[in-house]
């Protein structure tokens, strides 16, 4: 599996980390996301990494959030499939 390797820079300091590619696209869409909650947030700057940490939980709790979401409408689009099947063959 391929690393993209990034950088992220929050109040003058710089973070490099790997990213998997396949989860490449969705952190770009979370980093500006992610910047602004820790921009946001009031903490003196020795508690940066701190900061980080709450913020990366907060987007993994939002991620989870719609994925279960995702997932009781993939059910629900499934059960009105069914119904339209049936419906059809009858």
């Known amino acids: 599996m391929k690393i993209h390797k990034l950088k992220i820079t929050i109040r003058d300091r710089e973070f490099e980390f790997g990213v998997p590619e396949n989860e490449y696209i969705v ?3 979370a980093e500006k996301r992610i910047i602004e909650l820790i921009e946001n947030m009031k903490f003196p700057e020795h508690q940066l990494d701190n900061a980080i940490l709450n913020a ?5 709790k939002e991620n989870e959030n719609l994925k ?3 997932e009781e409408l993939d059910e629900r689009v499934s059960e009105l499939t069914k119904k339209i099947e049936i419906f059809l063959n009858q």
């Open 56 to 60: 990366a939980l907060g987007v993994a």
């Open 68 to 70: 279960e979401k995702t």
């Open 27 to 29: 952190f770009k869409k």
